[in-house]
């Protein structure tokens, strides 16, 4: 589909949903802006309508169908004793229509000093309105633009508590000494640190100054210099069109190293060595995605390695993604996490999700390629290790959720995305990937991916583009093959379709006779030979024990194979799991100090629940009051939820 087919699309669904889906006249549009000025949010309107309409932005004020913003211009100052950065933002608008709309903005908790319009550099004051601000969603900004304006320039402050960006003090950091500051934008946290049209459909170039205290480096998702002078000023640019959700900014002690021609490692000096021999592989993943997905094109490949606070594993801010340490494990066996990372540059970065609800699009895809990466550089054992545990995750998530949840193309509407996180557009995107790979072959199913990236480069899409894609392309070529029922099942229904594949390892079966055989009594643990155990097998081994394991089962487990002290964090979390539930006291300590060293949601968020779970929420409560001041905002967000119920903020 050609970008005016798509933009069309988009328009007719932005129509549609405000206009209660008959009317088309370009009025109606507006009745979603008067709405959002007036603080009603979009998914308020939406509840009574059967189901949401494609291309519709159900987490965005913006309206993307009056103007989009092309451009952006970062002017802004990090100030780590009052926790604010300050500045401007100034917006290149393209205008769509030629009636006098006001602009709308996303914002969240941002204090904005003035607005100024124009053309160019002949800018005037102008008048702005806050709107009501609504939990999920944030504030719109209304600003009116005198007549013919292309451009916006916005002097604004972010809050300490920005829902997007992390002050670290410095003891929170490896090296102790200095400060850290990271954001996180993804999925609607941008609008805490620039107002802006915050939706992954809008793309937008931008160019940033960004002045920190001199001793400090600012690193961004855009050409980092690694020359470049320690002086407090950074100058930055992003030639590409991207979604404001890929923005990013840190700023802390940082050194880089240089890993291959296109790939290094930014870091704290004190984590930079052990981080580039980790994930020395970086270049040849690379080398090996181009082979079969076409050209890498961003350029330069960085990595930025976080302190353990960072909520997520990775995050694929362009050209440099952002990395927890907590998987330089010193033996590159959860290295699949920048596989995953690098594949986004593909699938996510050049082909964007048009709204949240086609998350699985960036996802989904993305774990499909992560794993044929695994495979590329690690070999066939690693990537059916890879994809069984991928399966398990899948099946576990499925097990504990409503079925409006297990919809790929999930209905996001009047939900916080944060609050709906799951494995669903991870691994059933990937599954269903991977049957159509099965069913026409892995040549043509590459042929097909490098056309779609090609195809839909620099365009944000919906599910239902894709699905007009692949009507245009694999269905008409493999009508034995494919049909389209099944193709609307896997992304419109619940559960996984009957009759899709099952991936197993044969490293990880033969470890189920032995595990039972442990649990009959009928070996000592002390007697399994784990001696060429990889991290895999130790995670399925350790996954698949029953719930109740008794007293002098775990001090067994534990004596033979040193759990409790397990170096490798995803060895320790399922090992952690499993003591939480059945209250093994041993491992309290150590459980202790990884809730509150480590602010890894995929982590914290089940250890939490599970301690909720088995009764021990003062624990929990205790805990987490204890780590709380250390966490990210979404850390603290999401497993205030858990630990108090789904009410508290
Ligand atoms: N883009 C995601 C992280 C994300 C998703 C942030 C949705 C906010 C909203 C990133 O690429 C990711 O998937 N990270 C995973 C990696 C894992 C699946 C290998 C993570 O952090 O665990
Ligand atoms: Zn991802």
């Known amino acids: 589909m050609s970008p005016r087919i798509l933009y069309t699309t988009l328009l007719i669904g932005a129509l549609a949903f405000a206009g209660g889906c008959t009317k088309s006249e370009p009025e109606s549009s507006s009745a979603q802006v008067a709405d959002a000025v007036q603080g009603k949010s979009p998914g308020d309107q939406q509840q009574a309508q059967a189901a949401p309409e494609s291309g519709v932005d159900y987490h965005s004020f913006a309206n993307t169908d009056d103007f ?8 802004l100052e990090v100030h780590f004793d009052r926790k604010v950065i ?20 996303d914002t969240r908790d941002l204090h904005i000093e003035s607005v100024r319009a124009g053309h160019g550099s002949q800018l005037q004051p102008v008048k702005f309105t806050l709107g009501k601000t609504d939990p999920h969603l944030g504030t719109p900004l209304s600003i009116e633009l005198p007549q013919n304006a292309t451009t916006v320039a916005i002097r604004y402050s972010t809050s300490p508590d920005a829902s997007g960006v992390q002050w670290l003090e410095p003891q929170q950091t490896a090296g102790g000494d200095f400060p850290f500051l990271f954001t996180q934008a993804q999925a609607i946290h941008a609008r805490s640190f620039i107002p802006l049209q915050d939706s992954p459909k809008v793309r937008m170039t931008y160019n940033a100054t960004i002045r920190t205290p001199p001793e400090l480096r600012a690193v961004m998702s855009a050409n980092n210099d690694p020359q470049a002078a320690k002086d407090g000023v950074y100058e930055f640019s992003m030639p590409q069109p991207i979604p404001s959700y890929l923005i990013a900014l840190a700023v802390g002690d940082l050194d880089f190293k240089p890993m291959g021609e296109r790939t290094g490692v930014y870091a704290e000096p004190e984590l930079l060595d052990a981080a580039a021999a980790e994930f020395e592989d970086t270049e040849s993943m690379l080398e090996a995605t181009e082979k079969v997905y076409g050209p890498y094109r961003w350029d330069r490949y960085d990595l930025l390695i976080l302190p353990p606070s960072f909520p997520f594993g990775g995050m694929e801010n362009p050209r440099l993604s952002f990395i927890t340490p907590t998987v330089i494990a010193g033996d590159k066996s959860l290295v699949a996490l920048i596989a995953h990372e690098l594949a986004h540059s593909w699938s996510g970065n050049l082909v964007t999700n048009a709204s949240w609800r086609d998350l699985w699009l960036n996802e989904g895809f993305t774990t499909y390629l992560t794993n044929r990466i695994m495979q590329n550089i690690y070999g066939d054992e690693r990537y059916r290790m890879e994809m069984a545990l991928g399966y398990d995750d899948l099946e576990a998530d499925l097990a504990d959720r409503e079925d409006r949840d297990e919809i790929m193309a999930i209905d996001l509407r009047g939900r916080d995305p944060d609050d709906v996180f799951s494995n669903i557009p991870y691994e059933k995107g990937s599954l269903f990937l991977y049957e159509l790979e099965q069913k026409i072959g892995r040549e043509a ?48 229904e619940p559960g996984i379709p009957e009759g899709a594949p099952h991936p197993r390892s044969d490293a990880f079966t033969k470890l189920d006779p032995l595990r039972d055989q442990w649990l009959s009594g009928e070996i000592a643990a002390a007697d399994i030979d784990t001696s060429d155990w990889t991290f895999h097998q130790w995670k399925y081994f350790l996954d698949g024990m029953p719930e109740k394991l008794s007293e002098s089962q775990l001090r067994e487990l534990d004596g033979a194979f040193g759990l409790t002290d397990s170096k490798n964090n995803e060895i320790a979390f399922s090992w952690l799991m499993i003591a939480v539930r059945n209250d093994y006291q041993p491992a309290f300590a150590r459980l202790e100090d990884f ?40 850390t603290v967000k999401v497993n205030s939820r858990v630990i108090y119920g789904p009410d508290a903020s």
């Not at 989009?68 to 002017?75: G, Y």
């Not at 393209?94 to 709309?101: G, I, N, S």
Request: net charge negative; aromatic share 12%; charged share 25%.
């Open 68 to 75: 989009l913003v092309k451009h952006v211009d970062l002017d």
């Open 86 to 105: 300050e500045g401007e933002a100034k917006l290149q608008l393209e205008r769509l229509t030629d009636q006098k709309k006001p602009l709308i903005l």
């Open 445 to 492: 199913f590459d042929q097909f991916l490098l056309d779609y990236f090609n195809h839909f480069s620099f365009e944000s899409i919906t599910t239902e583009d894709f699905l007009a894609y692949l009507q245009q392309t694999l269905l008409q070529q493999y009508p034995q093959q494919l049909n389209e029922a099944r193709i609307r099942q896997w992304i419109y």
């Open 595 to 634: 809730l509150t060293s480590i602010g890894r949601n995929k982590f914290l968020r089940p250890l939490y629940r599970n301690l909720v779970d088995s009764g021990k929420q003062e624990m929990a409560v205790r805990i987490f009051e204890e780590a709380k001041a250390g966490y990210h905002p979404l």
